[in-house]
C-alpha cells in the first residue's frame, strides 16, 4: 500500500508564498487521484485541490482558485502544492491524500483512501 509524506510546512508572513510536496512510497502514484486538504482549528477538514493521475486535470474550490496550485511529478512519485499571497486564514494543518484511480479527478473527501500525517502551515508576522 502507498504511504504519503508531507514537507515544506512552516511559519511564512502575510503575502508570502510556501511550496509543499507530497512523496510517496510503496507504490507508483501514476496510479492515483491526489488531493490535498486542510483543517484549521475548530473546523472540518475542507479539499484544496485535486489532481488527476496523468495531471491532465486539475480542480481548485473557487476560495482557493488563483492562489493555490496542484501539480505532480509522477516520475519522482511526488504531489505539490504552491502557494502564494498567503493570509493568516491559510493557516491550517495541510494533508496530502490518494486514491486509486484510472483516470480523472476526485473531489469528495470520503474517497481517498490513503492520508499523510499532515504538514503544519502557519501565516503570521
Known amino acids: 500500500q502507498v504511504q504519503l509524506r508531507e514537507t515544506g510546512g512552516g511559519l511564512v508572513q502575510p503575502g508570502g508564498s510556501l511550496v509543499l510536496s507530497c512523496v510517496a512510497s510503496?507504490?507508483?502514484?501514476?496510479?492515483?487521484?491526489m488531493g490535498w486538504f486542510r483543517q484549521a482549528p475548530g473546523k472540518d477538514r475542507e479539499l484544496v485541490a485535486a489532481i488527476s493521475p496523468s495531471a491532465g486535470k486539475k480542480y481548485y474550490p473557487d476560495s482557493m482558485t488563483g492562489r493555490f496550485t496542484i501539480s505532480r511529478e509522477n516520475t519522482v512519485n511526488t504531489v505539490y502544492l504552491e502557494m502564494k499571497l498567503l493570509r493568516p486564514e491559510d493557516t491550517a494543518v495541510y494533508y496530502c491524500?490518494?486514491?486509486?484511480?484510472?483516470?480523472?479527478?476526485?473531489?469528495?473527501?470520503?474517497?481517498?483512501?490513503?492520508w499523510g500525517q499532515g504538514t503544519q502551515v502557519t501565516v503570521s508576522s
Open positions: 510503496g507504490d507508483s502514484l501514476s496510479n492515483y487521484a
Open positions: 491524500a490518494a486514491v486509486r484511480v484510472l483516470v480523472g479527478v476526485v473531489t469528495t473527501e470520503s474517497r481517498y483512501d490513503y
